[in-house]
C-alpha cells in the first residue's frame, strides 16, 4: 500500500519501502560485530553470546525484505523475511534471562529463586515460544496451504505472542521483587543499579514490540482474505501503513541492540558467577558457588522449591554466611580484576 492503498500483487498489502531495509540491515550488522567483539572482550560467550546471532537473524531477515520490496508477489522470500524477523526478538529475550540469572548469582541473598533456575525456567518456555513463532510464522504467510493449515500458523502465532507476554510479565515481576529487597536492604551499588535498569529499559522494549505485534495479527487473523469483495481500505491502518513496522519493530529492536553495546551487562558484573557480592555492599567475594542438590527435571518444574518450603526444607547451605577465605582473596583484587570486563 501507498499512503493506505492497497498494492496489487503484494504479499506485504503495500508496496514494502526500498531503503529502510538496507538502513536497518547495515545497523544490525554493525550491532551484531559489536557484540561479538565485545563476547571477546569480556569473556562472557556464555552469559551474551547469543546477541551476535540474534543480530544476524535481523540481517537475514532485512535482506530478504529489501529484495522482496522489489518482488512483493514472491512468497519464499515473503515467508524467509517473516519468518527471521519474527525469530530475533525471542534470543534478545533470552539474553535478558542470562543477565537477570548472572545479577541473581552476584546477590544470592536476596535472590527470590535459585539463579541458575531463571535460565531453566524461562529459557525453555522461550524455546517453545521461538519454535511456536517459527512454524506459526511460516504456515500463515504460505498462502498456498490449505486453508485448515493456515489456521494451525494462526494459533501457533496468537498462543506464541500471548505467552510471550505472559512470560515478560513474570520476568519482570521477578526483577523487581529481587530489586525491591536490595533496596530494602540498602545494598544497591551503582554497577548492580545499572545492570538492572539497563536490564529493564531492554525487557521494556521487547515488551512493547510484542504488544505491537500482538495487536497486528490478531487483526490480520480476523480477515477472511478467500471472502469474495473483501476490502483492503476496512483493514486496520496497523496492516495497511509501514511506517508501523519500522517504529514499533524495526526501530524499537534496532534500539535494544545498541542499548545492550552502550551498556553491555558484563561491564557491571562479574564474568565469574561464583563470584558475589559481600553483604556489606563493596566486597567482592569468591565463594563456593550457588548449587541446587534437586534433579534436573525437579527444578525445572519448581523453580521457586514451593514443594520443598511446603516441606520446611531450603534449597541448600547459605554459603554466603561462611566466606571467610572468599573474602581473603577477594581483598587482593581489584573491583575489576578479574572478575569483571574492564569499561
Not at 501507498?2 to 547495515?26: C, D, M, R, T
Not at 562472557?44 to 532485512?62: H, Q, R, S
Request: net charge positive; aromatic share 16%; charged share 15%.
Amino acid at each position: 500500500m501507498e499512503n493506505g492503498q492497497y498494492v496489487n500483487g503484494s504479499l506485504w498489502f503495500y508496496a514494502p519501502n526500498k531503503e529502510a531495509p538496507i538502513v536497518f540491515a547495515l545497523l544490525f550488522f554493525i550491532s551484531g560485530v559489536t557484540h561479538a567483539w565485545q563476547c571477546i572482550h569480556y569473556k562472557c560467550w556464555k552469559v551474551t553470546g547469543i546477541l551476535p546471532w540474534a543480530a544476524l537473524l535481523f540481517v537475514i531477515g532485512y535482506v530478504f525484505r529489501e529484495y522482496g520490496a522489489f518482488h512483493f508477489d514472491n512468497i519464499d522470500v515473503f515467508i524467509v523475511s517473516l519468518v527471521f524477523i519474527y525469530a530475533a526478538p525471542p534470543l534478545y529475550e533470552l539474553s535478558n534471562y542470562f543477565t537477570l540469572s548472572r545479577i541473581l548469582y552476584y546477590v544470592p541473598y536476596h535472590s527470590p529463586i535459585h539463579p541458575g533456575r531463571v535460565f531453566t525456567t524461562f529459557g525453555a518456555i522461550s524455546s517453545i515460544i521461538e519454535a511456536l513463532n517459527g512454524n506459526g510464522a511460516a504456515y500463515v504467510a504460505n498462502s498456498s496451504l490449505p486453508q485448515s493449515k493456515q489456521n494451525v500458523g494462526k494459533a501457533l502465532l496468537k498462543s506464541a505472542l500471548v505467552l510471550q507476554l505472559g512470560v515478560l510479565a513474570s520476568f519482570f515481576l521477578l526483577a523487581i521483587t529481587f530489586h525491591r529487597r536490595c533496596k530494602k536492604a540498602n545494598l544497591l551499588p551503582a554497577n548492580l543499579h545499572a545492570a538492572l535498569i539497563t536490564l529493564y529499559i531492554s525487557s521494556s522494549l521487547i515488551g512493547v514490540r510484542t504488544i505491537y505485534r500482538t495487536i497486528e495479527y490478531f487483526n490480520t487473523a480476523s480477515l477472511n482474505f478467500s471472502a469474495p469483495n473483501l476490502d483492503p481500505s476496512t483493514f486496520s491502518p496497523i496492516m495497511r501503513y509501514e511506517w508501523f513496522f519500522w517504529i514499533f519493530e524495526a526501530s524499537l529492536m534496532v534500539t535494544n541492540s545498541v542499548l545492550l553495546n552502550a551498556r553491555h551487562p558484563m561491564r557491571y558484573l562479574p564474568r565469574d558467577n561464583k563470584i558475589y557480592l559481600g553483604e556489606d555492599g563493596h566486597t567482592e567475594i569468591l565463594g563456593p558457588g550457588y548449587e541446587d542438590q534437586r534433579y534436573w527435571w525437579v527444578t525445572f518444574l519448581d523453580p521457586f522449591n514451593l514443594w520443598g518450603m511446603w516441606k520446611g526444607k531450603s534449597l541448600g547451605q547459605k554459603f554466603w554466611e561462611t566466606h571467610a577465605e572468599g573474602r581473603v582473596l577477594a581483598t587482593t583484587r581489584s573491583r575489576g580484576e578479574p572478575g569483571r570486563g574492564s569499561e
